[in-house]
Structures are given as C-alpha cells and as structure tokens.
C-alpha cells in the first residue's frame, strides 16, 4: 500500500468523521431549542398544544404490519422414508454422447 492510497483513505475516514460528529451536534442544538421554547412557554404559561410526534413519543404510521409465516422441520425420519423410497432412479445412457469418451 502505497502513500497515495493510505492518504485517501484517511482523507475519506477523516471527511465521514466530520459529517457524523457535524449530524451528532446539530441534533444535540436542536432538541435543546427544543426544550428551551418548551420550558419558556410553560413558565410564561402559554398552553402547548403538542402532536404527539413532534415530541418523539409515537412513530409514523408506515403501513400495513407484514403477516408472520412460521415454519419448521421435524425430525420424524420415519414419515420420509417411503417418499424417498419410491423415488425411482432411472439411468437412460445417451447416445449422442457415447462418441466422446
């Protein structure tokens, strides 16, 4: 590995680094202006009419709930045993093949 190729790459971890810690921090300001406004308004006394998402107490409904299908295998070996049992193999040799060997 040359120092070309370890120096992108350290570029490239250092730049990811940056924008996570950048996402991380803005989350952090926000909910706090969040709860400031909040706790200003409560002790102003101005009632707040809040959706319950807006305070991250209940997700968004994002559709139909998918439908659980289980499924298993069972072990009883002896209930198998007369399918596989009447499989019968059947060797035709081939023709056109038989020029090759």
């Known amino acids: ?3 070309t190729t370890s120096f992108t790459f ?3 971890l250092f730049v990811l680094l940056l924008i996570s810690a950048s996402i991380i921090f803005r989350s952090f300001l926000v909910r706090r202006r ?3 406004r ?3 308004a409560l002790a102003q006394g101005i009632y707040i009419d809040l959706q ?6 209940t997700s968004r409904y994002i559709g ?3 439908s659980v299908h289980e499924a298993w295998v069972e072990q009883d070996v002896s209930r198998e045993k007369p ?3 009447a499989i019968m193999v059947c060797l035709k040799p081939c023709s056109h093949l038989a020029g090759l060997g």
Do not use: I
Not at 52 to 57: E, F, H, I, K, Q
């Open 52 to 57: 319950p998402t807006a305070l991250g107490l």
């Open 1 to 3: 590995m040359n120092s």
């Open 64 to 66: 139909e709930k998918p």
């Open 83 to 85: 399918q596989w049992q």
């Open 10 to 12: 350290l570029a490239t």
């Open 34 to 36: 969040f709860r400031r």
């Open 38 to 40: 909040v706790e200003d």
